[in-house]
Every structure is written in structure tokens, then in C-alpha cells.
């Protein structure tokens, strides 16, 4: 009987298994000085995340803790303009390549920062040309870009560093595979019947992930108006997050009405946190950071 | 990936690596007992994926740079998203007192904006002209 492949020791001299994982023991000594790595995911797009991920980074830091954020949605990268630190250039020295900084000291890696302009996507070049258009070239790079941006990023000592997650639960056993040690997953949705729907899906793959969850933040649940301060409804037809959260057997974190000038200073790179704190949606967003520090034995 | 020589019963070991050329990467390996040689020749897309792994074929000379994978295949980059710089510009008394009156929550994303400003243009010193300039340039 000839030999199978496991009957022939090494890797014949290639090499690959050996870089393939001193890559993720690069991630991982990156990480050691990381105290929490939280990923922030949903189930559609569109409701929040990358909002709700730069309001809590800027929270915490605005503590005093020291903070990071990871734009890991390639497609849509965001972050670095709500945090404030879109333009900045990226140092590369003896540690790595030192992360932008934005408002509140929050340090913030994202592709948006390495791109010629807003109207350029994300697109990895090969050597010809050929395979731009690969599937497999462009997922595989997707994950390779992902991994430096953890491994090679100089993030120092940080309390918290806050992984935004493209929509949807597919990216997250991509993100696991590289933090197998991921201190927990925020859960992102809205009140409407098809995010709840889809979000489920979400919480299932954070389960079978075996990686703690944090728990659901409920966004848009209610509207604050302006004029004469009530939160009203926005989806007046759907059931509150907690009992959402409660039937998913997942802890609630709360809930956070929207307001109008959330758009205003996400766009605008000044956290709403930081502007409007006393507001209904400022003190969810704040309590809701508080809950990650208890969840995560911080205080 | 390993090859068999079926003749001896032997696992193949690397000898050579060649390319990528025209897109495709020579891998020659051979038995240590009867010395026979295989090459494997790879097609663009199997050289892409190797690539996109971020590794080579019989190992590296050395520790890859920082982020060096998406530095060699973004397209579209801008040209100053990354500078060479060890230690950053130093700070004249005065620049760090005026630095200071910056508001807490603004004061680290400000001074990274203003050391961006100097390496950008080799300035080694941040002075509070240095200051006036990058915020007459930046509307900061």
C-alpha cells in the first residue's frame, strides 16, 4: 500500500504550514496586550453597527480606557470618518504600522484610510491582472487583509478593541478563526420583523462559534423627536428587544431611540456620544457601554 | 500539498521554486532516493492563491514588512497613507503648551494630525509655525 499523505512527515520543504502559522502567531502576540476584543455584528445591513461601534469606543475611551477600532467591513469601511480620523497617514516602524487616531484617543484602523478617495472600492491587485475578478483571489485577500490589519497594526496596551463586522453572520467564523480567543460579541438589530428574522442567524453563529456573547443592542427603537422631546415609535407594529432578547436566551444591552442629529455627527466625525450625552439616545448609548464594562468584569 | 514518488515509496522534497513568471510558479520536487524530479507548474489563479495566502513556496528570507501583503495589492492606494517614521517629529516647548489648549477628547487626534503634517513634508520639529501652517492648510 503506497504512503498517504499523512504518512510522509513535514511539509516536503515548502514551508507553508510553518508561515501559515507563524501568521496567527503574529495575531495572537498582537492580541496578548489587547485586555477585551469585542466583534460588533448584525444580521442585515443598515442598522447601526459601525454607528453603535464608534459611539462605544468613544464612550469607553472618553473613561479614560484605552480603546481601538477595527473596520473589518472592507466593503463599506466607515469608521475612520465617524471617529474623525479620515486622511490621517499610517506610520510604519519597528512595531508595525501605528493606527490612526480619532476623537476621544480612539485608535482606528480601517482600508478607508489607505484609499485614493471615497469613490474607490476595494479591489486587490494580482500580479497580471487576471484574477481581479476571482472569487476566490478576493475572499481569500479579504481575509489576508484582515488578519494584518490585526497582527500588523502597532494597537499598543488597549482595554477594549472593537471589531465592526460587515453585515451579516458569514464574516464571523472568519474573524473567530483568527481570534479564538474573542472576548465577546455585541449583537445588532432593529425593530423591524425581517432584521429580528435574519438577526437570529447571527446569534446562532455566534453561539455554535463558542465565544461569549455579550448580548443584543436593539437600535432605531423609537424615535426622539426635537420638538417636543417624546420618544415615540418608529416600527410601532413589533415587540420590544428585551423580550426578543429573552426568547433568543441572549442578555439584553439595551436599546437606542434614534435621533435625527445621530446622522449629523456620524458624518460629521464627532461622535454623538461626545455631543450630545444628556440626550435619551446619548444616555442609551452610554449605558450601554456601561453594561460592556460589567459584562466584561471592567471597573 | 506533498508528491509521492510511487516507484520508492518516498515522500518528495522541495529543490527549487521558480517564478512567478507569466503568472505561473515552477515548484520542483524530487525523491531523495532515486532523484527523480516533478515539477508542479501553477496557473494564474493557483499563483494568486499562494499569493493571497501571503506565503512562499520554501519559505521566507525574513520577516515580511508590516501590513506588506495589502500594501503590495490595494489598488487605488493613497500616496501618503503610509510614511517611514521611526520616532516622529519632536515637539518645541512652545508647540507642546499650545497642543495642550486643545480640548482632551480632540488633543490626541489633533497632535496625529500634526505630525502627519510635518513627516509628509520632512520636517523633523514641530513649532507653533509648523502649527499655524498645517492649520491654515488642513482648516483645522
Redesign the interface.
Not at chain 2, 513627516?119 to 498645517?134: C, F, K, L, N
Given at each position: 500500500m503506497p504512503k498517504k499523505y499523512r504518512d510522509i512527515a513535514g511539509d516536503a520543504g515548502s514551508d507553508i504550514v510553518a508561515q501559515v502559522v507563524e501568521q496567527r502567531q503574529r495575531v495572537r502576540s498582537r492580541m496578548e496586550r489587547v485586555a477585551h476584543t469585542v466583534a460588533v455584528m448584525s444580521g442585515k445591513g443598515g442598522v447601526g453597527k459601525s454607528m453603535l461601534t464608534a459611539n462605544l469606543a468613544t464612550a469607553l475611551a472618553a473613561r479614560g480606557y484605552a480603546v481601538g477600532a477595527l473596520d473589518a467591513d472592507l466593503s463599506g469601511p466607515c469608521l475612520a470618518r465617524m471617529l474623525g480620523a479620515q486622511g490621517q497617514s499610517l506610520r510604519t516602524g519597528g512595531e508595525g504600522v501605528s493606527p490612526a487616531v480619532g476623537v476621544a484617543g480612539v485608535k482606528v484602523m480601517s482600508v478607508d484610510l489607505l484609499l485614493a478617495g471615497d469613490e474607490a472600492p476595494v479591489v486587490w491587485d494580482d500580479l497580471h491582472g487576471s484574477a481581479q475578478n476571482s472569487s476566490v483571489w478576493r475572499g481569500t485577500m479579504d481575509v489576508s487583509a484582515l488578519r494584518e490589519f490585526l497582527s500588523d497594526t502597532d494597537w499598543g496596551e488597549l482595554e477594549f478593541l472593537f471589531i465592526d463586522l460587515p453585515p451579516g453572520s458569514h464574516p464571523f467564523p472568519t474573524l473567530v478563526q483568527l481570534l479564538p480567543d474573542l472576548d465577546g460579541t455585541i449583537v445588532v438589530t432593529i425593530p423591524s420583523d425581517i432584521s429580528r428574522l435574519v438577526v437570529k442567524k447571527s446569534v446562532t453563529m455566534a453561539r455554535e462559534s463558542k465565544t461569549p456573547l455579550l448580548g443584543l443592542v436593539e437600535n432605531m427603537a423609537g424615535y426622539h423627536c426635537l420638538h417636543c422631546g417624546v420618544v415615540g415609535e418608529l416600527f410601532p407594529s413589533s415587540t420590544g428587544g428585551d423580550t426578543m432578547a429573552e426568547d433568543l436566551g441572549v442578555p439584553y444591552l439595551g436599546q437606542v431611540p434614534f435621533d435625527p442629529r445621530l446622522c449629523e455627527s456620524t458624518e460629521g466625525g464627532l461622535p454623538f456620544v461626545l455631543e450630545h450625552g444628556d440626550s435619551p439616545a446619548g444616555k442609551a448609548l452610554i449605558e450601554i457601554a456601561n453594561r460592556i464594562e460589567q459584562s466584561l468584569g471592567v471597573s | 500539498?506533498?508528491?509521492?514518488c510511487?516507484k520508492c515509496?518516498?515522500?518528495?522534497?522541495?529543490?527549487a521554486?521558480e517564478g512567478?513568471e507569466?503568472?505561473s510558479m515552477a515548484?520542483t520536487?524530487a525523491c531523495p532516493s532515486c532523484g527523480n524530479e516533478v515539477a508542479m507548474l501553477t496557473n494564474?489563479?493557483e499563483?494568486?492563491?499562494?499569493?493571497?495566502?501571503?506565503?512562499?513556496?520554501?519559505?521566507?528570507a525574513g520577516p515580511s514588512?508590516?501590513?506588506?501583503?495589502?500594501r503590495a495589492?490595494?489598488?487605488?492606494?493613497?500616496?501618503?497613507?503610509?510614511?517611514?517614521?521611526?520616532?516622529?517629529p519632536i515637539w518645541t516647548q512652545e508647540a507642546t503648551e499650545r497642543l495642550e489648549r486643545v480640548p482632551g477628547?480632540?488633543?490626541?487626534?489633533a497632535?496625529?494630525?500634526y505630525e502627519?503634517f510635518a513627516?509628509?513634508r520632512g520636517m523633523s520639529e514641530i513649532t507653533p509655525q509648523v502649527m499655524d501652517e498645517a492649520r491654515e492648510l488642513l482648516g483645522q
Amino acid at each position: 500500500m503506497p504512503k498517504k499523505y499523512r504518512d510522509i512527515a513535514g511539509d516536503a520543504g515548502s514551508d507553508i504550514v510553518a508561515q501559515v502559522v507563524e501568521q496567527r502567531q503574529r495575531v495572537r502576540s498582537r492580541m496578548e496586550r489587547v485586555a477585551h476584543t469585542v466583534a460588533v455584528m448584525s444580521g442585515k445591513g443598515g442598522v447601526g453597527k459601525s454607528m453603535l461601534t464608534a459611539n462605544l469606543a468613544t464612550a469607553l475611551a472618553a473613561r479614560g480606557y484605552a480603546v481601538g477600532a477595527l473596520d473589518a467591513d472592507l466593503s463599506g469601511p466607515c469608521l475612520a470618518r465617524m471617529l474623525g480620523a479620515q486622511g490621517q497617514s499610517l506610520r510604519t516602524g519597528g512595531e508595525g504600522v501605528s493606527p490612526a487616531v480619532g476623537v476621544a484617543g480612539v485608535k482606528v484602523m480601517s482600508v478607508d484610510l489607505l484609499l485614493a478617495g471615497d469613490e474607490a472600492p476595494v479591489v486587490w491587485d494580482d500580479l497580471h491582472g487576471s484574477a481581479q475578478n476571482s472569487s476566490v483571489w478576493r475572499g481569500t485577500m479579504d481575509v489576508s487583509a484582515l488578519r494584518e490589519f490585526l497582527s500588523d497594526t502597532d494597537w499598543g496596551e488597549l482595554e477594549f478593541l472593537f471589531i465592526d463586522l460587515p453585515p451579516g453572520s458569514h464574516p464571523f467564523p472568519t474573524l473567530v478563526q483568527l481570534l479564538p480567543d474573542l472576548d465577546g460579541t455585541i449583537v445588532v438589530t432593529i425593530p423591524s420583523d425581517i432584521s429580528r428574522l435574519v438577526v437570529k442567524k447571527s446569534v446562532t453563529m455566534a453561539r455554535e462559534s463558542k465565544t461569549p456573547l455579550l448580548g443584543l443592542v436593539e437600535n432605531m427603537a423609537g424615535y426622539h423627536c426635537l420638538h417636543c422631546g417624546v420618544v415615540g415609535e418608529l416600527f410601532p407594529s413589533s415587540t420590544g428587544g428585551d423580550t426578543m432578547a429573552e426568547d433568543l436566551g441572549v442578555p439584553y444591552l439595551g436599546q437606542v431611540p434614534f435621533d435625527p442629529r445621530l446622522c449629523e455627527s456620524t458624518e460629521g466625525g464627532l461622535p454623538f456620544v461626545l455631543e450630545h450625552g444628556d440626550s435619551p439616545a446619548g444616555k442609551a448609548l452610554i449605558e450601554i457601554a456601561n453594561r460592556i464594562e460589567q459584562s466584561l468584569g471592567v471597573s | 500539498m506533498k508528491f509521492l514518488c510511487r516507484k520508492c515509496d518516498e515522500g518528495m522534497k522541495l529543490v527549487a521554486a521558480e517564478g512567478p513568471e507569466e503568472g505561473s510558479m515552477a515548484v520542483t520536487f524530487a525523491c531523495p532516493s532515486c532523484g527523480n524530479e516533478v515539477a508542479m507548474l501553477t496557473n494564474p489563479e493557483e499563483t494568486n492563491l499562494v499569493r493571497a495566502l501571503g506565503v512562499q513556496v520554501g519559505g521566507r528570507a525574513g520577516p515580511s514588512e508590516p501590513m506588506a501583503q495589502v500594501r503590495a495589492t490595494l489598488s487605488r492606494q493613497r500616496a501618503e497613507a503610509f510614511v517611514r517614521d521611526e520616532n516622529g517629529p519632536i515637539w518645541t516647548q512652545e508647540a507642546t503648551e499650545r497642543l495642550e489648549r486643545v480640548p482632551g477628547f480632540a488633543r490626541d487626534m489633533a497632535k496625529k494630525r500634526y505630525e502627519d503634517f510635518a513627516i509628509q513634508r520632512g520636517m523633523s520639529e514641530i513649532t507653533p509655525q509648523v502649527m499655524d501652517e498645517a492649520r491654515e492648510l488642513l482648516g483645522q
